[in-house]
């Protein structure tokens, strides 16, 4: 499977000064000021040790962290936020939980976050108990503990490639194998195709990203189905971009009764708009969700993430308000790069994969000198760029316009 990449020069160009090869980011006046603190000598910033010297586990040697840039650009439509910000009234009341649980942030927070998973149940519906819920911060935590659970050493987890980049990652971290799979024409799987994969490659789990990310594909339930039985293990379905989907397309969570081995997890960073709140969550089997308290940390969810996203969940439909407008860019997006000469794929989310892009790394570039941060996956001839509000979606497709036929050319500004 292809490695998150952006073209490196401008990731080098645009990377904070302060940013060490560990990966530090904090401020240097923060450190000086903590060292100093401490009566050590100031430190004078230069980095004094590699990977290399480290006694870092052999299984981590030459693995590369998670890096979206996060420029400071005016359009940034490359990691599939929703760009809306919380509607007002939301923030006021979020706000005044976030002061009231304050008052008791001595204590630590409820370590079974009751009304959070009570407020998930509700919301997901399909008759969903708060014991089927597990919650944590983000779905990347949430997928994380899934595989601590079931998969590490000397165990496999399976992904259908291009899929979501941190599934090899956050496999590798818990010492498991990653195996990467293959889709068929236009990023499609087949219910065939898919559980004969499942079926020679045995996996201890098995992540099915519906819709896809980076492409967008839709996801049959009848995959579903036919990669469950394919397998004894675990077969997450990842539904992060759920809401995206047509409003009479299926969810997984149909097919969880009588299925404990399979789980559905979702987030609130993309439809919600709470990607700076972290919060991600999964429904399954009560018996699943007793695994995952073996290995998450004591009162992983802080008081004020409960707070906030219980009072979020309180506002669901305003919080969801935006996502009408957000179908309406994406398929806004996809007619005019469809106008513009360039293949946008099929998207049940909130971002367009394109290809016919001639040079991805010269049209990334491109853009991002006119202001527009968008996605290189990695895939050939192809970008990735989320539908943003409609100022920032035109702005996309005017600055690209602007590059001419097949974007940007070495050569050609
Ligand atoms: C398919 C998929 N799953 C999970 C995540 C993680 O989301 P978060 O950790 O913000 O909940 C993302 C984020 O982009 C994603 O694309």
Redesign the pocket.
């Known amino acids: 499977m292809p490695s998150p990449r952006e073209p490196s020069s401008p990731v080098r160009r645009f990377r904070c000064p302060s940013t060490s090869r560990l990966g530090e980011t904090a401020p240097r006046s923060d450190r000086k000021l903590s060292s100093e603190a401490a009566g050590r000598p100031l430190y004078d910033g230069r980095v004094s040790a590699s990977l290399d010297d480290l006694p870092l586990r052999p299984d981590l040697r030459g693995l590369t962290p998670y890096g979206a840039p996060q420029a400071p650009l005016p359009v940034a439509l490359n990691?599939?936020e929703n760009t809306h910000p919380v509607p007002e009234e939301v923030a006021d009341d979020i706000l005044d939980s976030l002061a009231h649980a304050l008052r008791e942030v001595n204590r630590y927070p409820d370590r079974e976050f009751t009304a959070l998973r009570e407020g998930f149940a509700d919301y997901l519906g399909h008759g969903l108990a708060p014991d089927q819920i597990w919650a944590a911060n983000?779905?990347?935590e949430v997928?994380q503990h899934i595989l601590q659970a079931f998969a590490g050493p000397e165990r496999t987890a399976f992904g259908f490639a291009p899929t979501?980049s941190?599934y090899p990652l956050l496999t590798r971290a818990t010492g498991a194998t990653y195996v990467a799979g293959t889709r068929g024409v236009d990023y499609t799987i087949s219910a065939g195709d898919a559980a004969a994969q499942i079926e020679e490659a045995a996996p201890d789990v098995t992540f099915l990203?519906s819709p896809n990310?980076p492409t967008g594909t839709p996801l049959g339930l009848d995959v579903v189905e036919a990669v469950y039985d394919a397998t004894d293990g675990i077969v997450i379905v990842?539904e992060?971009?759920q809401e995206f989907a047509p409003r009479d397309a299926r969810s997984a969570l149909t097919l969880l009764p009588g299925r404990e081995r399979l789980v559905v997890s979702r987030?609130m960073?993309k439809a919600f708009a709470f990607?700076g709140a972290?919060v991600?969550y999964l429904a399954a089997d009560p018996a699943l969700i007793d695994a995952l308290r073996l290995v998450r940390l004591p009162y992983h969810l802080s008081a004020l993430t409960q707070a906030a996203a219980v009072a979020a969940l309180r506002h669901a439909p305003a919080m969801l308000a935006m996502v009408d407008d957000i179908v309406g860019q994406r398929d806004r997006i996809s007619a005019t790069l469809d106008a513009l000469g360039y293949e946008p794929f099929e998207s049940w989310t909130n971002f367009v994969l394109f290809a016919g892009v001639d040079d991805p790394a010269a049209t990334w570039q491109g853009l991002y000198d006119r202001g527009v941060l968008v996605r290189d996956v990695g895939l050939p001839r192809s970008l990735r760029v989320t539908a943003g509000t409609e100022e920032e979606s035109t702005a996309f497709l005017d600055a690209l316009a602007s590059l001419g036929d097949g974007g940007a050319h070495p050569g050609r500004s």
Do not use: K
């Open positions: 990691v599939n983000g779905s990347n997928l979501y941190m990203c990310n990842d992060a971009y987030t960073s990607a972290r991600g």
